[in-house]
């Protein structure tokens, strides 16, 4: 079991406590994202244009993809369990599985970019300036980006922690994979690390890498990643529910 995270090879972490562990639970996990989008992601979708094209990065099981049906929504994630899903979900423009620090896609080529919880899963912060360098790249100048994470000021922050850890703002948070939702082959030959619970409603318990934000350290690590490839941005951040939100424009 788990109980403290010491991230000294980063591209391990991610794959072990990240990818490998959505494609375990990606049933599971989806069929927790069918509630309504969170209000600060659904205040942004709305007020986007109409018809304009969107990309959602780790997009998950699609669940923003119909939020305002007069956009055109593409999608890409890491986990082909959850693209599986997605693609499902509310007939997307389009759906790749892919990295989120090399998207496949050329410069400029969204109207507006989205991704919700997913740059706090980079262990690295060169990674995650990469990550959101490549967001500000894809969007077209005058375009947006959105980006969620989760802050270390949240009310809950101390309990999202694995056994035994301190609450820094690396950790280990918990995923109690229902059995009903378990495909026991792919539990079977998970490499990630996961604990048998011995109950009869949770099968396993497998452990997500999570990176919790400090006040201003989002708005920094955009300020740094537009630096860093060349663009100019202006980025307005806020705060709701124990995520930071960063709405950047791009100039």
């Excluded at 993809?65 to 899903?85: C, H, T, W, Y």
């Excluded at 090399?102 to 990550?131: C, E, K, N, Q, Y």
């Excluded at 919790?212 to 860093?228: K, P």
């Amino acid at each position: 079991m788990p109980t403290s995270i010491e991230v000294d090879d980063h591209k391990d972490v991610e794959q072990k406590y990240v990818k490998e562990v959505y494609d375990v639970i990606a049933a599971h996990f989806a069929s927790t994202r069918t509630k309504g989008p969170w209000a600060p992601v659904k205040a942004y979708l709305n007020k986007l244009p109409d018809h304009s094209v969107v990309l959602d990065v780790g997009c998950g099981n699609g669940k923003y993809f119909l939020v305002n049906p007069r956009l055109f929504m593409a999608g890409l994630d890491q986990s082909a369990e959850l693209a599986k899903i997605a693609i499902k979900s509310g007939n997307p423009l389009g759906l790749t599985v892919g990295n989120a620090t090399a998207l496949p896609f050329s410069s400029g080529a969204f109207d507006h970019v989205l991704s919700i919880a997913v740059l706090h899963h980079l262990s690295d912060p060169a990674t995650r300036a990469t990550m959101l360098g490549e967001l500000i790249r894809v969007t077209r100048p005058g375009g947006t980006v959105f980006v969620s994470v989760w802050s270390t000021n949240a009310p809950s922050a101390g309990k999202r922690k694995g056994p035994g850890q301190e609450p820094g703002q690396d950790r280990l948070v918990p995923w109690h994979l229902q059995k009903k939702f378990a495909d026991d082959d792919k539990v079977a030959k998970a490499q990630t690390p996961h604990d048998n619970t011995g109950d009869t409603r949770n099968l396993e318990v497998f452990y997500r890498y999570y990176h919790f934000f400090r006040e201003g350290e989002l708005e920094e690590a955009v300020r740094d990643a537009a630096e860093t490839c060349g663009r100019e941005v202006s980025v307005e951040v806020s705060s709701d529910k124990g995520n930071w939100y960063a709405e950047i424009t791009v100039h």
